[in-house]
């Protein structure tokens, strides 16, 4: 004879546990310092851009390094790259934080969630270890001014014009019109001919006159 079992009742979900206004509040909070701190940081950039004499107080000595492209005509430029990272930086850790927040108000177990993002981040780091590489030495790279924009440098396998730079990526016109594309991590020793007080010697031939002389002569033949 055919048995029936009667399935057991569904367990209804603990409304009572999930706090919506506490979630809407942590939402709320996290944007609000976001703004904040977007607005803070976007003043700075502005005032560093415009070489402000804010930070050459004395107790903004410690900042000293990062402040000397005030005096530079690329100021600016560093000032938006500082920013922009600074701006995403940010951004990231008020997302993170304001997502575990909101989630412990809605009564998710995040622990089993941060394990899985922990070893998710190891085995991205491990896979991307140069490409970090990459960044932090641009990152240190253009808070040191180690150089800029239109610098001649000299490195172990060049010797030309920054065209540009990025986080990652330097571009360095050579001599001969060649572009090219150097990794900041594996920039190991790097001297700037515009920096200090560079004389070409007769062997020579990578001055800053021959330099300057290669731009207008490429973009003349473009």
Known sequence: MLSFTTPEPLTPLDVSAINVPGALISIGV?????LVASFVISGITKRVAAGSTFFKKPRFRWVAPALRALDHQRREQRARTIGALLTSVVSVLVVVITAMYVLQYLDV???????????L????GFGAQQLIRDFLAGIFITIEDQYGIGDIIE???VVGTVESMGLRITRVRADDGTIWYLRNGEILRV?????????PTPDDES???????AA???KAGE
Do not use: C, F, H, K
């Open 191 to 199: 001297g700037n001919r515009s920096q200090g007080t560079y004389t």
């Open 121 to 124: 981040g190891v085995a991205i």
């Open 155 to 157: 490195t172990s396998e």
């Open 30 to 34: 996290g944007v609000l310092v976001w």
């Open 109 to 119: 177990n995040i622990a089993p969630l941060l394990t899985s993002v922990g070893i």
């Open 216 to 218: 207008p002569q490429q």
């Open 207 to 213: 001055g800053p006159a021959a330099a300057a002389d």
